[in-house]
């Protein structure tokens, strides 16, 4: 770190580590992090699928014994868990760093999941145990969101960050295919007071290595600078360097131009944070909101019912639903892994607001084709995955925009606010479609309900066509400036301070 006393505030620190990350090439140590810090999403896409695969086998007799509502709201209060997680935690991620949270969230989600696996009864103090179970699952996920975001963003190289995180994001549907697997095999091959126990069991088991491995990982040096902490930055910033040496990679010098002058960052609570979001950045503000709000109502709304419409529409068996699930997994994993690159190079704004488009062309169609019942079971999981080919690729990017247009200092806040709104809204989409489905006699509510969605998802392409933020390759102190900082020629919306 190079100080320039004559140049730099009083009280303020002059860093280059934020171009010292950005100029690093891709080593062993950003795949080792990936690996360690995405399995976030794999332990939600497990969990969420999970849920909803044994939901039907808690009602038996033989197991919890459970009402039909009492069984539905397992999931309510999972996903009620993730909201009030993301809030809090991701709170304590800016204020803690981002290391003590991504093991912290992580061991809440491990305790809940687990304890979930040990309710032995239906009264009412075991329901009451089972639902506080499933929400303290729900809570260690959504603070893996705040916190693995934002460690991931300040981690990755600048040219990488897109294609990282949106592959990241999608791994979700890896979390999918690995429960619906699992859980088809645990409730097949077990009794069903054992299956479903197994396949809550699942997630732990994962969690449980993934754990030792990000004790090794270190804290964000974008966060410790951020924070006064410039020595522990400093041998942050010298340690990942070394392993990039280590494997043989030139490191060449950093520019002195290339350095931003930063004061410790203050306390920063939700209300300061909706007046950076609000006043200073009101149009980065709608952009992540009207993409979050979007993606999240069609995915809710289709994930949710699909097999709803495939037994009351097709005449698919229950039993048969989740091998045409496994595909519908697999075409959403598909688009991150496969485009998610063009999202750096093409750029987001084009790549975003094409992508929510074209979903929702494609959906429409399909809707005019499932009026008229040219589809199949078959036919229809096909359109799915195309569709959600290009969709899941734009909701990853969702994720990313809301990590990387707002300043360092409210940036895991900023991900958890706009996750919960995204929350609250997608889950209007289950209780919309479940009422269209009915008992699957008449196509015509549910052909309306593909257009609504369909409608949703261009209306977010369209906002994104208008209000995108070009990030592509860019720092993130470049895509917004840090509220305490200080770069000769760097300005960007709103140029916010805190005052």
Same mark, same amino acid.
């Given at each position: 770190?190079?100080?320039?006393?004559?140049?730099?505030?009083?009280?303020?620190?002059?860093?280059? @580590?934020?171009?010292?990350?950005?100029?690093?090439?891709?080593?062993?140590? %950003?795949?080792?992090?990936?690996?360690?810090?995405?399995?976030?999403? =794999?332990?939600?896409?497990?969990?969420? *699928?999970?849920?909803?695969?044994?939901?039907?086998?808690?009602?038996?007799?033989?197991?919890?014994h459970l009402s039909t509502t009492q069984a539905g709201l397992i999931a309510t209060v999972y996903l009620v868990g993730e909201v009030v997680g993301a809030l809090f935690f991701g709170h304590l991620s800016d204020k803690l760093g981002r290391k003590r949270l991504f093991i912290i969230t992580l061991a809440v989600y491990l305790l809940g999941s687990g304890l979930t696996a040990l309710?032995? /009864?239906?009264?009412? /103090?075991? @329901?009451?145990?089972?639902?506080?179970?499933?929400?303290?699952?729900?809570?260690?996920? $959504?603070?893996?969101?705040?916190?693995?975001?934002?460690?991931?963003?300040?981690?990755?190289?600048?040219?990488?960050?897109?294609?990282?995180?949106?592959?990241?994001?999608?791994?979700?549907?890896?979390?999918?295919?690995?429960?619906?697997?699992? *859980?088809?095999?645990?409730?097949? +091959?077990?009794?069903?007071?054992?299956?479903?126990?197994?396949? &809550?069991?699942?997630?732990?088991?994962?969690?449980?290595? =993934?754990?030792?491995?990000?004790? %090794?990982?270190?804290?964000?040096?974008?966060?410790?600078?951020? %924070?006064?902490?410039?020595?522990?930055?400093?041998?942050?910033?010298?340690? @990942?360097?070394?392993?990039?040496?280590?494997?043989?990679?030139?490191?060449?010098?950093?520019?002195?131009?290339?350095?931003?002058? @930063? #004061?410790?960052?203050?306390?920063?609570?939700?209300?300061?944070?909706?007046?950076?979001?609000?006043?200073?950045?009101?149009k980065r503000a709608v952009y992540g909101a009207s993409l979050m709000i979007t993606q999240s109502f069609l995915y809710n709304a289709i994930f949710f019912t699909y097999v709803l419409v495939l037994t009351n529409?097709?005449?698919?068996?229950?039993?048969?639903?989740?091998?045409?699930?496994?595909?519908?997994?697999?075409?959403?994993?598909?688009?991150?892994?496969?485009?998610? %690159?063009?999202?750096?190079?093409?750029?987001?704004?084009?790549?975003?607001?094409?992508?929510?488009?074209?979903? $929702?062309?494609?959906?429409?169609?399909?809707?005019?084709?499932?009026?008229?019942?040219?589809?199949?079971?078959?036919? +229809?999981?096909?359109?799915?995955?195309?569709?959600?080919?290009?969709?899941?690729?734009?909701?990853?990017?969702?994720?990313?925009?809301? #990590?990387?247009?707002?300043? +360092?200092?409210?940036?895991?806040?900023?991900?958890?606010?706009?996750?919960?709104?995204? +929350?609250? &809204?997608?889950?209007? $989409?289950?209780?919309?479609?479940?009422?269209?489905?009915?008992?699957? *006699?008449?196509?015509?509510?549910?052909?309306?309900?593909?257009?609504?969605?369909?409608?949703?998802?261009?209306?977010?392409?369209?906002?994104?066509?208008?209000?995108?933020?070009?990030?592509?390759?860019?720092?993130?102190?470049?895509?917004?400036?840090?509220? #305490?900082?200080?770069?000769?020629?760097?300005?960007?919306?709103?140029?916010?301070?805190? #005052?």
């Amino acid at each position: 770190m190079t100080t320039a006393p004559e140049a730099t505030a009083p009280g303020a620190i002059r860093s280059l @580590i934020p171009a010292r990350i950005d100029r690093l090439p891709w080593s062993p140590f %950003h795949t080792r992090m990936v690996v360690a810090l995405g399995v976030a999403w =794999i332990l939600d896409g497990l969990e969420i *699928t999970v849920a909803s695969a044994v939901v039907a086998t808690l009602t038996e007799k033989t197991t919890l014994h459970l009402s039909t509502t009492q069984a539905g709201l397992i999931a309510t209060v999972y996903l009620v868990g993730e909201v009030v997680g993301a809030l809090f935690f991701g709170h304590l991620s800016d204020k803690l760093g981002r290391k003590r949270l991504f093991i912290i969230t992580l061991a809440v989600y491990l305790l809940g999941s687990g304890l979930t696996a040990l309710t032995l /009864g239906n009264g009412p /103090g075991w @329901i009451l145990f089972l639902y506080l179970t499933r929400f303290i699952s729900g809570m260690g996920i $959504g603070g893996e969101y705040a916190a693995i975001n934002s460690a991931i963003d300040e981690l990755i190289p600048a040219r990488f960050r897109g294609r990282v995180d949106i592959a990241v994001n999608g791994t979700y549907w890896a979390g999918a295919i690995i429960g619906t697997l699992g *859980t088809f095999i645990f409730l097949n +091959q077990l009794s069903p007071n054992v299956g479903w126990r197994a396949a &809550f069991l699942l997630g732990p088991v994962l969690g449980l290595v =993934i754990i030792f491995v990000r004790r %090794h990982l270190p804290e964000s040096p974008r966060w410790q600078v951020m %924070h006064g902490r410039e020595a522990e930055a400093e041998g942050t910033i010298d340690y @990942i360097e070394h392993e990039v040496r280590e494997g043989g990679r030139d490191l060449p010098p950093v520019p002195e131009d290339k350095a931003i002058e @930063i #004061s410790p960052a203050e306390h920063i609570g939700y209300l300061a944070l909706a007046r950076v979001l609000f006043r200073d950045y009101p149009k980065r503000a709608v952009y992540g909101a009207s993409l979050m709000i979007t993606q999240s109502f069609l995915y809710n709304a289709i994930f949710f019912t699909y097999v709803l419409v495939l037994t009351n529409f097709y005449g698919v068996s229950a039993k048969s639903a989740p091998l045409f699930l496994i595909a519908f997994a697999v075409g959403n994993l598909a688009g991150p892994l496969t485009i998610g %690159h063009l999202f750096d190079t093409i750029g987001r704004k084009k790549m975003i607001s094409g992508t929510y488009i074209l979903s $929702g062309v494609l959906l429409a169609i399909t809707a005019f084709l499932f009026r008229a019942e040219v589809l199949t079971a078959f036919t +229809q999981t096909v359109a799915w995955c195309v569709i959600f080919f290009f969709a899941s690729a734009g909701a990853s990017a969702a994720y990313l925009t809301v #990590s990387e247009i707002f300043p +360092q200092e409210v940036r895991a806040k900023a991900i958890a606010v706009f996750f919960a709104i995204a +929350q609250c &809204f997608g889950a209007l $989409g289950p209780v919309i479609y479940g009422a269209l489905i009915g008992d699957g *006699t008449d196509r015509v509510p549910m052909f309306y309900g593909y257009l609504l969605g369909a409608g949703v998802m261009i209306v977010g392409g369209v906002i994104a066509a208008v209000l995108g933020i070009a990030a592509e390759g860019k720092s993130l102190e470049d895509v917004a400036t840090p509220l #305490s900082a200080r770069r000769p020629g760097t300005r960007v919306e709103g140029s916010a301070r805190l #005052s």
